[in-house]
């Protein structure tokens, strides 16, 4: 019986020894969601818009184009940002003498063909630059009281009338002169219309808009002058000569060889042969060439 019972023990003693002891696993926490702190873009640098550099286009011009390139020169500074226009306003000689004693300019604007000519003998313009722009005609203009109460061109022949006229050296003066002498040969006037005329002369001027101030002042009882300067002078009486005696003034413009922004030169020419350019032109009196 002792036997049995220590058998009994040695068995469960055994057992025990054989029995597996479960090794507990750590626990890995489970990592928290990581919060990604979203990165703005980068921003792109804006490009500054860029600013015209300044630019100025010097414009020498017969003087009876003052009123209309006056404004022509302001819009084509408006659609030029940038742009500054610069007019020297005189006589067609007096301008064309200032150009060939080295007067800087980009543009010249001639009330005929004889100063540009010269200029292109001079090579101060190409042979091919220049091109007629607008025409132009005369008439008599009278100050708006007319003391020397004139009513027709034959009244110009009278004794006493003071006439003021340009100088035979300015085209508006030998434009005049010429249409006088055309009124000899017409049978409506005396054969020494011409010398009548002529002999009433009080003053010679540089340019046309002196004849123009010298009239509207009254120091002359009448003038001859371009329509165009008619037109920029509406307080002033007018008389116009017969179509046949009348005489045709061509404009010619060009690039000056020598011109700082000839480019830009070439654009302001462009624009005064444009549409817009020529109504203007014609707005001021003067006959467009081109449409």
């Known amino acids: ?37 979203p990165v703005p873009p980068t921003a792109t640098p804006l490009t500054p818009t860029a600013i015209p550099q300044p630019r100025s286009l010097t414009v020498y011009a017969a003087a009876s184009l003052t ?6 020169g302001k819009t084509f500074e408006a659609a030029n940002v940038g742009v500054t226009v610069t007019f020297n306003f005189a006589g067609s000689s007096t301008l064309r003498t200032q150009l060939e004693q080295g007067a800087a300019a980009d543009v010249f604007a001639s009330a005929n063909m004889t100063e540009m000519n010269t200029l292109v003998t001079d090579t101060l313009v190409a042979a091919d630059a220049s091109q007629v722009f607008v025409t132009n005609s005369l008439l008599v203009i009278l100050p708006a009281s007319n003391p020397a109460n004139i009513q027709t061109l034959q009244d110009l022949a009278r004794p006493g009338i003071k006439l003021v006229l340009c100088d035979t050296t300015v085209p508006c003066g030998k434009y005049a002169r ?20 002529l002999a009433g002369v009080v003053s010679n001027e540089t340019d046309v808009k002196q004849v123009v101030a010298k009239v509207q002042l009254g ?3 009448a003038g001859i002058v371009y329509v165009s300067d008619s037109v920029a002078a509406p307080d002033l009486k007018t008389i116009e000569f017969p179509a046949a005696d009348n005489v045709i003034a061509k404009y010619p413009i ?26 203007i032109l014609k707005k001021w009196g003067f006959i467009p060439v081109a449409t």
Request: hydrophobic letters at 45%.
């Open 178 to 197: 010429q249409i006088l002498a055309n009124m000899d040969k017409d049978t409506t006037f005396s054969p020494t219309f011409n010398t009548q005329v």
């Open 219 to 221: 120091e002359a009882d």
């Open 254 to 279: 060009a690039v000056l060889k020598s011109a700082v922004q000839p480019d830009l030169a070439a654009n302001f020419i462009s624009y005064v042969l444009s549409p817009d350019g020529q109504a």
């Open 67 to 72: 009123d209309a390139f006056t404004e022509i």
């Open 1 to 37: 019986m002792k036997c049995f019972i220590l058998a009994i023990l040695l068995v469960a003693t055994l057992l025990a020894a054989c029995g597996t002891t479960s090794t507990p696993v750590p626990v890995v926490p489970t990592a928290l969601p990581t919060t990604t702190t």
